[in-house]
């Protein structure tokens, strides 16, 4: 593309940490004239859920250390946590070792948005939009999209960043509970806890790390209901126990191509190393990070759909760990009676007149019981499959035959570069998608080690595309 060509027009759909970071690459990146369209709704700019909360005590679940927005600049985060007041007086390696509170990264983030707009080209132009899309049309070479407003804009690239889906619904006898204010249904709102009665019980249904958040919103404001939790296998989450001691010595020994069933037994061989040495193995897993996503890509189909069945709930417990003082406060809480974990499933939930009422069928047993609760807050973790998403944009382009699910239902189908591929099996080659969405295909795919990354490549890819068309 010569410098005389119109700018390149790039629309980003989603500005969490992954349109943002997207959009910071291509300023870094671009070598011609670009326009950049950044449309954003419901959080503020550049945090999505994560990020956008306000509490203190909502801690980041990755060590400052490997928190940086830029793959090549390693301690870009550590650098600048340890430049403010607050933790000015901490040495550093201790620093890099703390999972400090999200606000605090959201704050980071801002500051990164700030100094890449200060530092881009002259050539290149950002348009904050905040506005939902709700379409998009692809015709003769251009994208077309359409927001809530009406507004359209023009594009010759689109990148689908819409993140962290609320939780999908649960089967209810009467649906008119979805609309009730104490039904929470997206647990990521900064109002779930809002105006709890504190004398009476509540239910959350779920037992993984946004319980734990939720806890957390509720933990000091003088709640004395009981919080019942609900899930297939009760608390399961390990706490963070070990400041990440890297092992190594299972990824020496793993060699593909890749079989579950060797997988298994290899990972199962090293765990009992750390369980002959009374240590609990989260290192090991801890280990296969930076070779999962070649790991995944190297099995089967049905090697895949074997671990979503079996392995996945063993595997989230010991990925996703929760701050160890949380772990404690969640002990001590269940001691004092206020707080009961309920293994089994949840069969209704219904309006009563004054509250909710949930009916719950506990693992091993035949009868069910009835919990009477003030609040329900669905924490069952994102909607992960398309066909059922509550994302506006998402359905009309389901239905529209532009997107479907990958064959395990938990991301979009995309080629091996990022492009959407449609109902037709065809690739979409203008429009890219990025994080939670290519779970498909990367499995490990949602945390700012691994979309730090993908910003650096998706913006790399998209320009180079552009400079050859
Ligand atoms: C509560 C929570 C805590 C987490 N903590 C950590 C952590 O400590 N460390 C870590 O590494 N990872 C953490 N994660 C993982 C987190 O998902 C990633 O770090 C990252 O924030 C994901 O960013 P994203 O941009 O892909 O998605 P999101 O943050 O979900 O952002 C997507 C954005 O797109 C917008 N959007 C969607 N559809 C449309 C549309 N049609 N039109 C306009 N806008 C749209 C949404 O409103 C949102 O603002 C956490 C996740 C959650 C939910």
């Known amino acids: ?67 940086t927005a830029f793959p090549d600049r390693p301690e870009h ?63 003769d070479g251009s994208n077309t999209i359409v927001l809530a407003s009406g507004q359209t804009i023009a594009a010759d690239y689109v990148v689908l960043a819409t993140g ?12 008119a509970l979805y609309d009730d204010p104490n039904y929470i249904g997206d647990p990521w709102n900064n109002k779930a806890v809002d105006n709890l009665d504190p004398d009476r019980d509540i239910l959350i249904i779920g037992n993984g790390l946004t319980m734990v ?64 040495s009374e240590l609990s193995p989260e290192p090991v897993i801890d280990s296969l990070r930076p070779l999962t996503q070649k790991i995944w890509q190297g099995l089967s189909l049905e090697d895949k759909q074997r671990f979503l069945k079996y392995l996945m709930p063993h595997w989230n417990k010991i990925r996703h760990r929760m701050p160890g003082h949380m772990y404690d406060y969640l002990m001590q809480r269940q001691i004092a009676g206020g707080m009961v974990i309920h293994r089994g499933r949840l069969l209704n939930m219904t309006q009563t007149s ?4 949930a009916e719950i069928l506990e693992t091993n047993t035949d009868t069910p ?7 329900i807050i669905n924490c069952i973790g994102p909607n992960t499959y398309v066909s059922q998403s ?54 490990e795919t949602t945390a700012v080690p691994e979309l730090r990354a993908q910003a650096a490549t998706l913006a790399g890819e998209i320009l180079s595309k552009a400079a050859n068309v």
């Open 1 to 67: 593309m010569s410098q005389t060509n119109p700018p390149l027009q790039i629309a980003i759909i989603g500005a969490g940490f992954s349109g943002m970071m997207t959009g910071v690459q291509l300023m870094r990146q671009t070598t011609m004239p670009l326009t950049l369209h950044l449309i954003n709704d419901k959080y503020e700019f550049g945090k999505g859920p994560a990020y956008s909360t306000t509490h203190p005590k909502h801690i980041l679940n990755v060590p400052a250390a490997k928190m």
């Open 77 to 139: 985060f550590l650098d600048w946590a340890h430049r403010q007041e607050a933790y000015q007086d901490m040495d550093k390696e201790v620093l890099g070792k703390v999972f400090l509170p999200r606000r605090d990264f959201g704050r980071y983030l801002s500051e990164v948005w700030t100094e890449a707009v200060a530092g881009k080209r002259p050539d290149t132009t950002v348009n904050i939009i905040h506005d939902k899309a709700v379409d998009i049309t692809a015709a």
């Open 164 to 175: 962290n889906e609320p939780p999908r619904n649960l089967p209810v006898s009467d649906p």
């Open 213 to 276: 958040d939720i806890v957390i919103g509720i933990m000091d404001t003088g709640f004395n209901g009981v919080i019942h939790t609900l899930s297939p296998d009760g608390l399961a989450i390990l706490p963070h126990r070990y400041g990440y001691i890297a092992y190594s010595k299972l990824a020496e020994e793993l060699k593909a191509p890749y079989k579950l069933n060797e997988l298994y037994k290899l990972i199962n061989k090293h765990i009992k190393v750390f369980k002959k």
């Open 354 to 357: 004054n509250g909710l009422s």
């Open 369 to 375: 019981i009835r919990l009477d609760v003030s609040r």
């Open 390 to 443: 509550l994302n506006p944009l998402l359905q009309q382009l389901v239905s529209k035959d532009m997107l479907q699910a990958d064959p395990l239902r938990i991301g979009m189908q995309v080629t091996d570069h990022w492009t959407l591929v449609g109902a037709d099996g065809r690739e979409i080659p203008s429009l890219y998608t990025i994080g939670g969405n290519l779970r498909g295909l990367l499995w």
